[in-house]
């Protein structure tokens, strides 16, 4: 599962910067959510890019929201049972794969 998200490169239309970060959330369960994908949050500062079978693709900047606020976002559409890792954490896996 791991193997293919990186070789999916859920990533690749991000302009990535010092003040983004990257985030995949997986689901214990697929817990299906009302909001409609890609979704952003009102003060632009977080994105729900898509979610594939229990994987929720994300992206945070930083300079406008901390992450435990917009992670609450995450658990009240998906549920609690949700392990969240940054993209670089997922690069580290498939490097030592």
């Known amino acids: ?3 293919q ?3 999916d490169s859920p990533f690749q239309s991000i302009d990535v ?3 983004i970060r990257l985030y995949l959330s997986f689901m214990k369960t697929d817990v299906q959510s009302e909001l ?3 979704w952003k949050s009102d003060d632009q500062c977080f994105e729900i890019l898509e979610k594939k079978d229990k994987t929720i693709i994300s992206v945070l900047d930083v300079s406008k929201a901390n992450t435990p ?3 609450g976002i995450v ?3 998906f549920g ?15 490097s030592k794969l």
């Open 80 to 94: 609690k049972d949700i392990t969240t890792r940054n993209w670089k954490t997922i690069e580290r896996i498939v």
């Open 75 to 77: 658990e009240k559409s």
């Open 5 to 7: 998200l990186f070789k």
């Open 1 to 3: 599962m791991i193997h």
């Open 36 to 38: 409609r994908l890609p």
């Open 69 to 71: 606020k917009v992670m």
């Open 17 to 19: 910067h010092k003040d």
